[in-house]
DNA sequence: CCGAGTTCACACAGTTCA
DNA sequence: TGAACTGTGTGAACTCGG
């Protein structure tokens, strides 16, 4: 994918995907003339969810001169005859630098309840605690709680703790997925225990399709699907990636 | 092979295979009036693989420029004629240029998740996570592991790391090859333990044919089995190569 | 340059205990 | 219930050999 920017230098923008939460933003663009330039190189890795970035600067600048260089030769009749020639004369220098940075204001919050959430578990980017919840009652499935209320009760950091039945709706609606629930640690009969629980518990849940895990694809192959917030963040990352290259100068 | 280009400047393109990853592409054009023109000659070889690009730039100015001389001659008479007559001067300049370029804007995609790929791994080519997920998980075979699904999970980028099972099942069923799998480096010792290692245990591997690798055998021989996407690859390679000439002027 | 190998920090499971 | 921990698979970055 190829971002055309709106600075004036002819930059090109390159943004992969590098894993869940991590995107790499590379820049590649010369500057200078024709027989002097730089080649840049500016990769910046940015991890969504903790804002930290690794970058990495690589220049080389070429300088490429005609020089002008003057014969004199000797004819046969005695005269002497100029030629003149131009050759090309051409030295590049490397130099490279790479720096870690630490944390920006880039922060996400647990879709659950939107406490502080550093990483995504059973597949919903969640805080520690929500996650310890799904975990506990996940499998028991919602019906097993009741809802003391009407049950629409909204989730907030502050009040998760008192309708069980609403927090673990919001934990299936937001797309955690008991599939995701592994058994214990067991280095033997990995297998066995594996098979039996997929075997005894939900059979239903074998047909099931796998839905694509609802983290930050913030890239997808079919970019028309972007929403605007999608976009904005990465103009974000855009932004960023370019004040970093530009306090290196 | 010769494309006729979209541009108005009467370019000849001729397109090579050079080994198994590397197209060239060259370009020879005039530019000019009659008697003042350029001779151009631009090759750009191009690295199917990494995008990489390796340029030379060769141009050469010709210049043919009527010059109207007055000579003096002094008649036998001793009367002063002029003489007027034109002759053709003509001066050739040249300048090469020589520049490695980075672009990968030619990109080829990991068979198993679609990430961007630069190499051939283990037969097939594949991105580096995925390289790793078949060394550490190749050799245990698929049995080891399970889906938590119904077994046919779609792989991609964002998924890969959700089911090992599918996951290793797409590895094989694209072609990687555990024979390619080498043991660790170990000095000493190395044509013991590898004779040993063939002798000892798989005397069926030793008789396997080895299968070419299926890399990007982009332009073979016979060029009427090109399918659509390889002939859209070869015309982005054009437009890559065209791109990076025009820049130079 | 390519494609094997290795290393180490991180993401995200599970577990324990107040 | 949740803070704090352990354990395991993953992948970026590197070395090595042909
Ligand atoms: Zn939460
Ligand atoms: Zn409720
Ligand atoms: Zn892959
Ligand atoms: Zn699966």
Redesign the interface.
């Known amino acids: 994918m190829?971002f055309s920017s709106n600075l004036f230098l002819p930059i090109?923008l390159?943004v992969?995907?590098v894993g869940?939460n991590w995107v790499r933003v590379q820049h590649?663009y010369s500057i200078g003339g024709?027989f002097t330039y730089a080649?840049n190189?500016a990769t910046t890795t940015v991890n969504l969810l903790t804002g930290k970035t690794n970058i990495t600067f690589q220049e080389t600048i070429?300088t490429?001169r005609?020089v002008e260089v003057e014969d004199e030769l000797r004819g046969t009749s005695g005269e002497i005859k100029s030629k003149r020639?131009?050759i090309?004369e051409?030295s590049s220098s490397n130099r490279s630098i790479s720096k870690k940075s630490l944390s920006t204001e880039v922060s996400i919050e647990c879709k659950i309840c939107g406490e502080f959430a550093k990483y995504s578990h059973f597949g919903v980017v969640s805080c520690n605690p929500c996650k310890m919840f799904f975990k506990r009652n996940g499998e028991h499935g919602k019906d097993a709680l009741k809802c003391p209320y009407n049950g629409h009760c909204e989730i907030n950091i502050n009040n998760r703790h008192v309708c069980s039945y609403c927090r673990l709706s919001k934990c299936f609606d937001c797309g955690m997925q008991t599939?995701?629930i592994r058994c214990s640690y067991s280095k033997k009969d990995?297998?066995n225990q594996?098979?039996a629980s997929?075997a005894d518990a939900e059979p239903v849940?074998?047909?099931?399709?796998?839905t694509?895990?609802p983290?930050l694809?913030i890239l997808?192959?079919d970019q028309s699907t972007l929403t605007v917030n999608k976009w904005n963040l990465i103009s974000k990352i855009y932004h960023i990636a370019m004040m970093n290259i530009v306090n290196y100068q």
């Open positions: 190829t090109r390159f992969l995907v869940s590649r024709k080649e190189k070429c490429e005609m020639s131009t090309m051409k599939e995701l990995k297998t594996k098979s997929v849940v074998a047909l099931k399709k796998l694509p895990i983290n694809n997808q192959s």
